[in-house]
């Protein structure tokens, strides 16, 4: 259910696809330090834009290094570290365990439980450190497997579900900016929802799994699924322009009004030629 909150890469410009990367990087690295190397297989480019967007708002201090990994063993990578990207590592293995959970649930697959059983290792450790996030994941995907067990036909719902997960995480700390910041995760993680909807829709209906718009009865071309998903992006991008937001402002403006449908087009097409 991750993987479209990414950039358009050939439209940043040099400086700022080396700023991403590192973001990207210094989040690896994180998930390395403080969880395990073998928990960054759950590594994902959606929490590196979270990663950005919080930094861009709090401009914490940052360290910076560069280092060969076992990923990369032969050059050097810069990365870069802060409070937030410590934040957003330890989301990214929480929702990485979940993801894996539910994908075992849905189809037994033996790599999505020793997958979760990796993550797993972590949970009571990043529990304590955030524990309304936490609660707040738990809770979100209980509701979710509910409604899918219900074959709930109406899409807001799940989707609504899966937003409300998405804007907790938005929200580092309860402030002046936690309602924004709320209010922008969750019509993100709608989008998220149902995208990625749209995208199994086939998939969904040859192994009979739940997809809302299967449950809706609508057909593989029915109009409305990228009206749904403009409508949804286009309140996430006004609540995302009423925060104060300078640096790396541009790398957040790709990624909201260019890298996600860039993403999604790549994704239709791919499902196309199956």
Known sequence: MFGFVSANMQELSKEEAARYNAVYCGICRDIRLHCSSAARLALSYDL??????????????????????????????????SEYIRYCAYMNVVLGYYNATDDYQDEAHLSAKLMGNILGKNLETIHTLYPRQCAAIEACMKQLRQLEKDNCDNP???????????????????????????????????????????????????????????????????????????MTIGRCTDYYERLPLVQDKGILDNILYSGIWVEYRKRVRSKQDD
């Open 48 to 81: 590196a834009f979270l990663a950005i967007l919080l930094m861009s708002l709090y401009e914490p201090e940052e360290s910076t290094g560069n280092r060969a990994c076992n990923l990369h063993p032969i050059k050097p990578h810069r990365w870069v570290d």
């Open 156 to 230: 807001d719902l799940p989707a609504g579900c899966f937003g409300r997960l998405l804007g907790e995480l938005f929200v580092y700390r309860e402030d002046m900016w936690a309602d924004t910041l709320r209010q922008t995760g969750e019509a993100l993680g709608r989008y998220i929802y149902l995208a990625d909807a749209v995208m199994d829709y086939r998939r969904d209906v040859k192994k009979k799994q739940y997809n809302p718009f299967v449950a809706m009865g609508k057909g593989e071309n029915y109009p409305q699924w990228e009206q749904y998903l403009v």
